[in-house]
């Protein structure tokens, strides 16, 4: 497989002056091949929204480099940049109520991607807006109206028609339904399952969901404090963890099965995700890692690839 | 007096909710929020309410507490009693001695419903002031013990502190040892991990069930997530379109499931059984506007086995094993398709 999109050490620093720096994302090595679904999960304030973002040029990087189809793309992209880039690499954000412009009619939205990159004229550049809402599910007729009118789950809609009516490559998904109830969930990933598959999209799927991120996804990556813990094929990692902040992440995902969620052993950790602000040495996990040795609170492990199965870790344990 | 005697006598229920009906006058009508629910808690058992957002789980337990703002809202009819005593309606309520002292309510959003003016060691102690007249050093001293029995670390230190030096997790905590401050009899917990990370969530939920085994209270959980249900709860509703359509054990609801809104709900999850590999069923549309209450039965518009019947009239509940009952017209004798095929179909 081709790699599509690849992010070399990409670190991402957010100064608060005073000498205090949020870490949130350091060293993160991920490359998603073309036509791939890489799924990416972590708890709240572990840098993938932020990691989604640099990717697509939102965020300036501070260090590292992100190539698509091998060509190196800016540091910090100006507008030419957005223009030429954003044709190919788009985002869905998390949350679709806060994500539409309210004084903009959803025509308005879904279109003005195309009026800027496109030389449609206003009656062709309808025509596309309705058959974008009727690809999504929804009515042309939706056009003229606002995005207060609609629910959860038809702003999600709206807030995929806009990525994808331009026809990227490269899609961010940054929590797409999580602010979804779980009868609209189910619509919204065969929504997107369908069009991956209708236009050969590649996708990095951000979700905290880790039993949706395994039904999605071809591969799982696990984050935490900024960092990449594990990297591998979604069932594997889901099945059989090898990294202890991932076996903790999947043992605290509660199953839908009342025999084989009370018959499981607990793997319940104390302690918190800590600040990203100034971030010691060592094992970003180490502080509540049940394994750690003294190792692992001065040296920071590197993402190793493991001999036997096709996996990532970086983790003491296999050093 | 005599009733509610009787009453003591005869339900070994410690909580019994019966007919509830709620609604709101809005600017677009009057929304017909809760339509007619009831169920029984039972002492030392959690009872976990789930359903999709806006189908009326939380105007359920807000109206036991008190807590719907009247108007707009309006309790239309029903009964509630807390070991035989009424709880519902402005005339029967006095909030001070079910609010906090019998039962206990922990919320979704721990960040929004703690005072941020206060310090969490005053918010936990002014419940045992008011309930139990402790002065403010005792109250004060047993907040810092709770708080210690919320595992929180540095309990004296941190009792000190304000809500806005705490994470999440640790508010949600905090909020527990208000809510169990007063030995209540019943926890409330509408949403309590909803807004955490999956690792605190499973903290939270130990807290719950250790606190549960301690003092023996009865857990009504409000949640939409089955994993949750499925780790903690003893019996299950199913809540849809302000109705509840499905009651049982958990291994009813999970297992034997016979309302073709569970069965959907479970249809739309993914499944983490290696062995099985199911494609998700999302079900499709949206749950009815309770603007105008539909007549028939609320989920019919989304049912794959909707019959002519059902748009017609409400179904009652059936009741199809020792502890399960479902709100569905397949159950009906004149139905030719039954539930259990229903479910032997998707199931194999």
Not at chain 2, 190 to 215: F, G, K, N, S
Request: contains cysteine; aromatic residues 6%; charged residues 25%.
């Amino acid at each position: 497989m081709t790699e599509l999109v690849e992010a070399v050490d990409l670190t991402r620093y957010f100064d608060l002056g005073r000498n205090q720096r949020v870490h949130a994302v350091e060293n993160v090595s991920l490359s998603v091949g073309e036509r791939e679904i890489v799924g990416l999960v972590g708890e709240s304030g572990s840098g993938k929204t932020t990691f989604g973002k640099t990717l697509v040029g939102l965020h300036a990087k501070s260090s590292g480099v992100v190539t698509f189809r091998g060509e190196i793309l800016p540091q910090k992209y100006h507008p030419a940049d957005f223009q030429r880039l954003a044709t190919k690499m788009q985002m869905i954000f998390q949350d679709p109520y806060s994500s539409l412009n309210p004084r903009m009619t959803i025509g308005e939205i879904i279109s003005e991607g195309l009026k800027l990159h496109t030389n449609l004229s206003a009656g062709s550049l309808k025509e596309k807006v309705a058959e974008w809402l009727e690809q999504v599910g929804l009515k042309a007729d939706h056009m003229s109206r606002y995005p207060h009118e609609f629910s959860g789950g038809q702003r999600q809609r709206i807030g995929i028609a806009r990525a994808l009516i331009l026809e990227p490559e490269f899609v961010v998904c940054d929590e797409p339904i999580s602010a979804l109830d779980v009868s609209v969930q189910a619509q919204v990933i065969n929504l997107l399952g369908e069009l991956k598959e209708r236009m050969g999209l590649t996708l990095l799927f951000i979700a905290h969901d880790l039993s949706m991120v395994r039904y999605v996804s071809d591969r799982m990556a696990v984050m935490y404090l900024g960092s990449l813990m594990e990297v591998g094929k979604a069932d594997e990692v889901y099945f059989s963890p090898k990294h202890p902040y991932t076996e903790v992440l999947i043992g605290s995902n509660p199953e839908a099965d009342p025999k084989l969620e009370r018959n499981r052993p607990s793997t319940t950790i104390q302690g918190e995700i800590p600040s990203p602000v100034n971030v010691s040495p060592g094992c970003r996990f180490s502080s509540r890692c049940p394994k750690a040795m003294d190792h692992c609170h001065k040296v920071t492990p590197e993402l190793i690839v493991l001999k036997d199965v096709d996996r990532q870790v970086a983790c003491h344990l296999y050093t | 007096m005599s009733d509610a005697a009787i009453a003591i006598e005869t339900s070994p229920a410690l909580l019994e909710v019966k007919d509830l009906a709620v609604e709101f006058d809005t600017y677009g009508g009057v929304v017909k929020a809760v339509r007619g629910v009831g169920f029984k808690v039972e002492q030392g058992k959690t009872l976990a309410i789930v359903g999709e957002s806006g189908c009326g789980k939380s105007v359920t337990v807000q109206s036991m507490m008190g807590l719907i703002p009247m108007p707009p809202g309006r309790i239309t009819s029903g009964t509630a009693r807390l070991r035989g005593r009424e709880v519902l309606g402005r005339n029967t309520i006095d909030g001070k001695q079910i609010r906090g002292a019998e039962v206990g309510m922990i919320f979704q959003d721990p960040m929004t419903s703690l005072n941020p003016t206060m310090t969490i060691g005053d918010q936990i102690a002014e419940p045992l002031q008011v309930h139990k007249g402790y002065s403010y050093r005792r109250a004060f001293d047993e907040a810092i013990r709770l708080l210690e029995l919320s595992k929180i670390p540095e309990a004296e230190k941190r009792a000190k502190q304000y809500p806005f030096e705490f994470s999440g997790g640790m508010l949600q905590r905090a909020m527990i040892a208000m809510a169990i401050s007063c030995r209540p009899s019943i926890l409330i917990a509408d949403e309590p991990t909803t807004a955490l990370d999956v690792t605190i969530q499973a903290q939270i939920l130990d807290l719950m069930h250790d606190m549960q085994r301690e003092t023996g209270m009865a857990i009504i959980l409000i949640t939409h997530d089955l994993g949750v249900v499925a780790r903690m709860a003893d019996e299950v509703a199913v809540m849809y379109a302000g109705k509840i359509v499905e009651h049982g054990t958990v291994s009813d609801i999970f297992y034997k499931s016979a309302h073709p809104y569970t069965l959907g709900l479970k249809e739309a999850m993914p499944t983490n059984d290696p062995s099985k590999q199911h494609e998700l069923k999302p079900i499709e549309g949206s749950p009815p506007d309770l603007f105008s209450a539909p007549r028939g039965c609320g989920y019919c518009a989304r049912c794959p086995y909707a019959m002519q019947i059902c748009e017609k009239g409400h179904p009652d509940s059936f009741i199809v094993g020792e502890r399960h009952s479902s709100c569905c017209w397949l159950h009906h004798e004149d139905s030719t398709c039954r539930p259990e095929d229903l479910y032997f179909r998707d199931h194999g």
